[in-house]
């Protein structure tokens, strides 16, 4: 191997080993030493690419090659972390439903809502668990529920998370029945899971009928056309 191929192997290498925590989905919070060495593993693998991908494009298409591919490989990292955010966001809201149920009991039973957290926390799984885990850590190092709430109500944006903190803030502040506030909000969120479920259905028709027209058509009448060709002799034997 020359050495100008041993360096891209390399390249090629520490820039998979860099991307590899953040391509697996383990976690989606990256410092920003790291993000930027990712960054830039994945320039110099677009440029690697665009070495060898350039000489075979046509024209004045090499010069778009050797720019777009580090360009792309640099903002890739942005693009995966964006995705598995949006991922990860999902997941927690559909968790949410079962937790305010289990929630709602445990307020129901007379618990206070830290320590409902905190079961919730050692029996869950998922992302809505790990950020649970977080905000019952920082009750256990002393941080009065309320911060630990607005720490958790930041860590994770959205109304759905921000309508749980608010309730629980009121039910401590005011007094007002917890439980039932949890259930009624574990009925909407099914309900908008239900209504956002159906959207995407009848949003996914029309690309299903499109595939239907643009391939499955076309190749029916070419299967029927080829059959008519091949028997051509035979159906117009008589004429």
Do not use: H
Not at 24 to 41: F, W
Not at 50 to 66: F, I, S
Not at 113 to 135: C, F, K, N
């Amino acid at each position: 191997m020359s050495g100008a191929g041993l360096l891209a192997a390399l390249a090629v290498a520490f820039a998979v080993a860099g991307s590899g925590e953040l391509l697996r989905g383990r976690s989606i919070r990256l410092n920003l030493p790291k993000l930027l060495l990712v960054k830039l593993l994945g320039a110099a693998g677009g440029g690697l690419v665009a070495l060898v991908a350039a000489p075979a494009a046509p024209g004045r298409t090499a010069l778009v090659v050797l720019v777009g591919m580090p360009v792309a490989g640099f903002l890739a990292p942005d693009a995966v972390l964006e995705r598995r955010a949006r991922q990860r966001r999902r997941r927690l809201i559909a968790a949410l439903p079962d937790a305010l149920d289990l929630l709602a009991v445990s307020a129901g039973s007379g618990r206070g809502p830290a320590a409902g957290l905190e079961q919730l926390a050692e029996a869950g799984q998922g992302p809505l668990a790990e950020e649970l885990r977080v905000t019952v850590a920082d009750l256990s190092a002393g941080v009065p529920l309320s911060v630990a709430l607005a720490s958790l109500r930041q860590r994770v944006p959205g109304g759905e998370l921000a309508t749980v903190v608010a309730a629980i803030e009121r039910s401590r502040q005011f007094g007002s029945p917890l439980a039932d506030q949890l259930r009624r909000q574990a009925g909407a969120l099914r309900r908008d899971g239900r209504r956002a479920i159906e959207e995407r259905a009848a949003r996914a028709a029309p690309k299903i009928q499109l595939v239907v027209a643009l391939v499955l058509v076309p190749s029916v009448l070419l299967m029927i056309t080829a059959g008519l060709i091949a028997n051509a002799d035979s159906l117009f034997a008589g004429f």
